[in-house]
């Protein structure tokens, strides 16, 4: 009788199958060949071995089948061990470059320190040396109880034990600085101007250079000078304002010249000359010498009223002894209660800039510089603008930073006419000239 196959697994089962197999087949016909000898009921048993081996074949069959699939199963581990190790080799790989990157991080980060340190210290240094200066001199543009109400006190918060002694004026205070710089009596250490009234301190060779003022990042380029011998303060825009009670929507003026239609006779007042010549020298280059020079006809014809000050000018139209009047803005930012007041917007804009400079002579010239930075910086511009003013940083979140007050659609101008900033005397007799018949 054929003995049961037994599968006893491992990679060379199927030989052992396929030897237990033989094996059995051959003691089952030895036994057969005795089986005939003895029975005479030899076609039954035919039958019953036929069947058992056809199960012998069958399990046979099977026992392939299975070891077959056992080897493919094999192929399939090592492929599978494959892509693993590939996997690890490649999160190896990636682990280095995290590595990587992390060291060029933190060799930059390591940079940045070294400059903010090396920044830091230097700036110390300064600061101790100023604490010994202790008491600052400005001469400037800005109102008295601009710097000395608000400014200065917010600096002083910082550096409690910093003095100052500010003198208000224009054009004549920068003369008188000039002359005591020359002749070597007690001056400013630092003035905060307008730009054109600046370049009467450079010409005189009073202007000294700040190279490392780290506040240069805060401010746009055209709003300082990469030698670092001025950086701006304050920017103020020129533009037209009118009484909305007594000037129509049909008739609110959209370009700089429809403020010389007829309409406007008698109607039109500026402040001083002197005052705004630079920023109506600047409307020169985009409107083309001919049509300016027009155009400021146009104004004398229509008759136009001089007063003192962007302010006086407001005021006159707020209180309706004017219908329209270019002015300065400022003096409306300032005054946002009139409700009646409101802003013709035309196209380009000119601003007045404000800047700061450091006497070249200065006897407190650390004073000055902290000053300096300090008012550039997102700290101090900050308390530019909680006078009222227009700073110049565009980061900051103040209602009245140039970006905010400014529409978007307005094209905002500086310095396209250098000459009006280098000789404002030159600009100042020429405006006048074309305004002639109303010089008051």
């Known amino acids: 009788m054929p003995g049961r196959l037994v599968d006893q697994g491992g990679p060379n089962s199927g030989k052992t199958v396929l030897a237990l197999a033989i094996v059995s087949i051959i003691v089952s016909s030895a036994s057969l060949s005795l089986f005939f000898q003895v029975s005479d009921t030899t076609a039954e048993y035919l039958d019953e071995i036929d069947i058992k081996l056809k199960g012998l074949r069958d399990e046979i069959s099977a026992s392939t089948a299975r070891d077959s699939e056992k080897m493919a199963n094999l192929d399939t581990e090592h492929e599978l ?47 101790l040396a100023a604490s010994a200066e202790n008491n600052l001199i400005v001469y400037g543009s800005l109102d008295s109880t601009e710097l000395l109400s608000t400014i200065w006190p917010r600096f002083q918060a910082q550096f409690p034990w910093a003095q100052v002694s500010y003198t208000e004026g224009f054009g004549p205070l920068v003369d008188r600085f000039v002359e005591e710089a020359k002749s070597g009596e007690p001056t400013a250490d630092l003035i905060i101007v307008e730009f054109s009234l600046y370049h009467a301190a450079q010409n005189a060779g009073l202007v000294a250079t700040f190279l490392d003022n780290r506040s ?149 010239p650390n ?38 007050t400014v529409p978007k659609d307005i094209d905002v101008i500086f310095n396209r006419n250098p000459d009006a900033y280098v000789d404002p005397g030159k600009w100042l007799l020429i405006i006048e000239d074309l305004l002639d018949p109303v010089k008051p």
């Open 216 to 364: 240069v990042k805060f401010l746009p380029e055209q709003f300082r000078q990469s030698d670092g011998s001025w950086f701006g303060v304050t920017a103020v825009p020129l533009v037209v304002i009118y009484n909305k009670q007594l000037v129509g929507s049909e008739d609110i003026p959209k370009n700089w010249l429809d403020l010389g239609k007829t309409i406007w006779a008698d109607s039109i007042i500026i402040p001083s000359i002197s005052t705004v010549e630079s920023q109506i020298a600047e409307l020169e280059p985009t409107l083309g010498k001919k049509i300016w020079a027009e155009w400021l006809g146009q104004l004398a014809t229509n008759n136009i009223r001089i007063v003192d000050s962007s302010a006086e000018a407001y005021h006159e139209v707020a209180e309706g002894r004017a219908k329209i009047a270019i002015v300065l803005l400022d003096p409306l930012l300032r005054y946002r209660e009139e409700p009646d007041v409101g802003i013709a917007w035309v196209t380009p804009a000119p601003i007045s800039l404000i800047v700061s400079a450091i006497n070249s002579n200065a006897v407190h």
């Open 367 to 404: 004073l000055a510089r902290i000053f300096q930075e300090w008012i550039t910086s997102p700290e101090g511009q900050l308390a530019v603008a909680a006078t009222g003013r227009t700073p110049l940083l565009l980061q900051l979140d103040a209602p009245t930073i140039l970006q905010q």
């Open 81 to 127: 061990q494959r892509i693993s190790m590939q996997t690890q080799l490649q999160s190896i790989a990636d682990a280095v470059k995290t590595i990587d990157d992390d060291v060029t991080l933190m060799q930059g980060r390591l940079q940045e320190v070294k400059e903010t340190t090396d920044g830091f210290l230097a700036k110390e240094e300064r600061i």
